[in-house]
């Protein structure tokens, strides 16, 4: 399954400083993985990520499963509610 991942806070400056795309897209089994797994691979700082949101649900941690194709990496300083507030008007 082809899955898009963005970062968004302090994970997207962190990206953009090393000459990466903050936003990537992953081919990930049809079963899921982990999103700790997948922040590991894409070698996003473990300790600054506090969330992960998705289109199918609204925040999930970083040892959650997956199985979505299209999903967020958040890092505490990132505003939580207007994100989510934006997904609710879609």
Known sequence: MKTQIRTLGILYT???KQGLS???ELQ???EGQSALAIAQELELPIDKIEA???YNYMI???NGIITED???FIDGKFQL???C???LAL
Request: glycine content about 8%; proline content about 8%; overall charge positive.
């Open 28 to 30: 990930l089994p049809s």
């Open 52 to 54: 992960v949101s998705g």
């Open 81 to 83: 509610l207007g994100d």
């Open 85 to 87: 507030q934006r997904r």
């Open 22 to 24: 903050p936003s990537v």
């Open 14 to 16: 962190l990206r953009r």
């Open 60 to 62: 999930q941690a970083i």
């Open 70 to 72: 299209s999903f967020d």
